[in-house]
Structure formats: C-alpha cells, structure tokens
C-alpha cells in the first residue's frame, strides 16, 4: 500500500542506476482486461529484475484474473488490490505460494509519471508482494521510494474512463464506489 510519510530506509534498498532516459523495454507485455476496457503494459527488466521476474510470474500463473483496482484516486494512481485478498475466486497452492512472496525495494532514478508501474508497499521498503499502481499523473513525492517496474503502453483511454468513475475516501484512500475488475489477463513475448 502506498504509506504517506513512511520513513526511507536507504539501507535496506537497492538503487538502481538506470534512469528515466535509459530504462528499456523487454519484449514481454501483459493485458489487463477490464470491465471497463484493456490496458497493456510492458516491463522494465533493467531497472527493476526482480519485481519484473515476480510480477510476471503472478500474471503467468493467472494471479490477477478476478482481482479488481481498489484504489482510484484522479491524477495520482490507479491501484491494483493484492492478489491474496483481492481476487473474486480462489487462488491454488501454487499462485498463493508466489503470491505470498515479497520482494526487495528496486528504487531507481526512473520518475514516477503518468503511465507508469511503481509497486505498493508497507512501510518496510522490502514488502512489495503483488499490489502495483498504474500513475494517472506525475508524483514526485514516490520517487526514490516505491520500485518502478513498468509502463502503460496501451489502455489510457481506459485509465481516464477509471478516473471518472465515483468514488469515496476511506481514510487515505480515495477507492471507486463499484468493482472494476481485472476479468482476465494475458500476456505475450519474453521479459
């Protein structure tokens, strides 16, 4: 989850040396089908291996298939609920095993802007497990601190139709006032 005014533990994170300008692309891309239309990301193998490595497990394994956005809040983030709790059906023994790890905070130089993929979190900067938020808009205030991993590469209509749906607060969070749901996921090409 996305912790305003967590303290940076540089000791325990890894600071990658790639940049805004030299995080590359692999070939591998991933569709969320939603009930409110696709959105297709790609990964970042360079700046964040491996939360690249585990989320693309996750998708492989069908993790994200009936889990749901439980987070939109307009001009900041689009957030995907972890997989263990967030999904509509139940998981095997094989997804709740990858599903339950966690991973090392990967902070890089890259920049927290709209389209990008950057993980939740606790508090502690190694405890990413499979919630990520897709920005809606650029939020200085999360780089250096949350692992960037990824970018939208088609589906921004389909985050700006997210962004005008109803919503409520619940504390910190502004969350949509119905489900919108992850129905299925695929993905295609190698990391």
């Not at 040396?17 to 569709?31: H, L, Q, Y």
């Not at 790609?42 to 956005?69: D, M, Q, S, W």
């Not at 997210?162 to 969070?173: K, N, V």
Request: charged letters at 20%; a neutral charge; aromatic letters at 12%.
């Amino acid at each position: 989850m996305w912790i305003a005014g967590c303290l940076w533990l540089a000791s325990a994170a890894i600071l990658s040396a790639a940049s805004s300008d030299d995080a590359e692309f692999g070939s591998a891309r991933v569709v969320f089908q939603t009930n409110y239309g696709d959105i297709e990301f790609g990964f970042y193998p360079n700046v964040a291996p491996k939360t690249v490595e585990h989320i693309y497990k996750l998708v492989r394994l069908g993790c994200y298939n009936t889990n749901h956005f439980f987070r939109v809040d307009k001009g900041f983030v689009a957030q995907v609920a972890d997989v263990v709790g967030g999904r509509s059906a139940p998981m095997n023994e094989v997804q709740r095993r990858e599903a339950e790890k966690t991973v090392i905070g990967e902070f890089s130089k890259v920049k927290h802007v709209r389209g990008i993929l950057s993980m939740g979190r606790y508090s502690d900067p190694n405890s990413a497990s499979s919630s990520f938020s897709m920005l809606l808009g650029d939020a200085p205030h999360l780089d250096g601190q949350y692992a960037i991993f990824g970018k939208v590469t088609k589906g921004d209509d389909t985050l700006t139709k997210l962004e005008q749906l109803p919503t409520r607060r619940e504390g910190i969070f502004v969350m949509p006032t119905e489900r919108i749901t992850i129905l299925s996921s695929y993905y295609y090409g190698k990391y």
